[in-house]
């Protein structure tokens, strides 16, 4: 159960309106890396969770994620206000109406369709999906995946910070920016809380492929690090002469039966092409190279 606070969890402070800010404020409203694709997440991973405490930690976490929609959303509808008057009340000249609609961004359609409100798009007016949410219910997996997010969210927040001069809402940014990283730590402890926690999944890799580096990426700019050398790593050099890596014939193939093996063939023998054969096509018809060519032979 749910029950809204009708205080936000940090205070909106917006200097004036802004049609084209609120435009990309609505990145994280509805954005990918936004705030309902996060409480999304890991509402649904909650649901799922079998361990106590990452259940418990995910729903505090979703919960308040949608807080943070809430803090994003005021700001979206704060710097819509003046606007939004205006435009419903007609306040100004058709012309003047329409350069404040028109000011850039995506800020005219915000206007027109959503009425200054907080739309659940993304600041190209691109809407919501549920395709953001890439959960796929393994811990290790989800929280390797909810760590990453949070990561790209406080990018993001950085990003909008530096593309405004308002003290209350770089004020604002700042925090949600920096619940990225708080969240970001919990997922990173909780992750290492399941012991062992890689590789992900319960069966192993086989160890000669596990540790293997296959440098197909050759020539200017081959670099070595902690990523493809020392420690375990075995470094595959010549690729093309080593293949197959499974000592096999490298070629696919299947068992048929009878029947299924005369089909194929069949199908073979009419689908062949005739590489001795050179027919004039319609594009060459169509170029007028081939009456050119006949006029010349």
């Not at 205080?7 to 705030?35: C, D, H, I, W």
């Not at 206000?81 to 915000?110: F, M, P, R, V, W």
Request: proline share 6%; aromatic share 6%.
């Amino acid at each position: 159960m749910f029950m809204h606070n009708k205080r936000l969890q940090y205070t909106v402070r917006v200097s004036e309106p802004n049609p084209v800010l609120a435009s990309f404020m609505l990145e994280q409203f509805g954005g990918p890396q936004g705030e309902l694709a996060a409480a999304m997440r890991y509402f649904t991973q909650a649901l799922g969770e079998t361990d106590p405490g990452r259940k418990d930690m995910l729903f505090d976490i979703a919960t308040e994620e949608l807080s943070h929609l809430e803090i994003i959303g005021s700001i979206v509808a704060m710097l819509n206000k003046g606007i939004k008057g205006d435009l419903a009340e007609a306040n100004l000249a058709e012309a003047d109406l329409y350069s404040a609609l028109n000011q850039g961004g995506d800020s005219h359609t915000q206007s027109l369709l959503y009425g200054g409100g907080p739309s659940l798009t993304n600041s190209s007016g691109v809407p919501w999906t549920a395709a953001y949410i890439d959960s796929i219910g393994d811990p290790t997996c989800d929280l390797r995946s909810n760590i990453a997010a949070e990561s790209r969210a406080k990018i993001v927040y950085e990003r909008l910070i530096n593309i405004t001069d308002d003290p209350g809402i770089k004020d604002a940014l700042t925090f949600l920016m920096t619940r990225e990283i708080a969240h970001q730590k919990s997922f990173e402890k909780a992750l290492y809380a399941i012991e062992p926690n890689f590789p992900p999944g319960k069966l192993p890799g086989k160890p000669e492929f596990a540790d293997l580096y296959v440098n197909t990426s050759q020539g200017e700019g081959d670099a070595e690090g902690p990523w493809n050398a020392g420690g375990r790593w075995q470094r595959l050099d010549d690729v093309a002469g080593s293949l197959p890596l499974d000592g096999g014939a490298g070629l696919p193939s299947v068992t048929l039966t009878e029947a299924q093996q005369q089909a194929a063939e069949a199908l073979m023998a009419r689908t062949m092409s005739n590489p001795e054969s050179d027919p004039i096509t319609g594009a060459e018809l169509g170029s007028g190279q081939v009456i050119e060519d006949l006029a010349d032979a």
